[in-house]
């Protein structure tokens, strides 16, 4: 009888194991899009040094917390510039490496409930703090916003119909990525701007817009402020730039 009661106990925990494992793959996917779930039964079924170690984020200890995820080895994570931007705009910001996210993402926990978004640039950051009851942050955006016009034209570059496409030479998606590009540039009124990651130096009034932590190859339209890190179809690419046009 007790060895049916330890086989009964050990396939529960089998049972909370791969639980734990599936919050932990929703955490990962949740690339750009907030996902919303009840932070407490998944506490209640994840053992502690599961929780810590797999998903990256402790116990929690208060009904409010906000955590910066990053990658493992994301050697360009600006770690001190996150915690900066946190305390300028009152939130307290904790950074913590974690194997559960494949890019950066913002953890904001409160009363029972989470959210998560990408937070790949200070703009992706300042939006999702604005919308979780920061103030000071929809006042940077709205300051961001107003500047940008007078940083494009000290580039050269147009405020309305400008497609930034930010690239490095050691980068072996952005090469047929961009030729993807040029190949439908034709199609659009849009002014594409070539940027090598060597280059950066002089787009810094454009770092708050850009992924600074090296994600190639980029996108980054300045007339709705939309980007993209990473590969496209061409038809992904296409939809991007006509949201880009305002098509």
Sequence with gaps: MPRKSRGKTEWGKKVNIVVCIIASLLLGMAIGERLAFSDNYVERLCPKEYYTKNIGIPRLSTDSAIYYLYPPEC????LVGIKALGKKVGAEIEVVESKAVAGSQLFMVKGGKSEMAEARNYYN??????SYGFPKACETIDVEKKQLPTCLSSLGLSENNTLIFLTA???RLCKPMKEKLQK???DYSLEIKYIDESELSNYTCLHTFLNLAGGYPQLFCTRNLESHTGVMSRGELEDFMDRCEGS
């Design 75 to 78: 050697s360009r994570c600006d």
């Design 125 to 130: 950051i300042l939006k999702a703090l604005c």
């Design 169 to 171: 030479s050691w980068c």
């Design 184 to 186: 439908v540039e034709k």
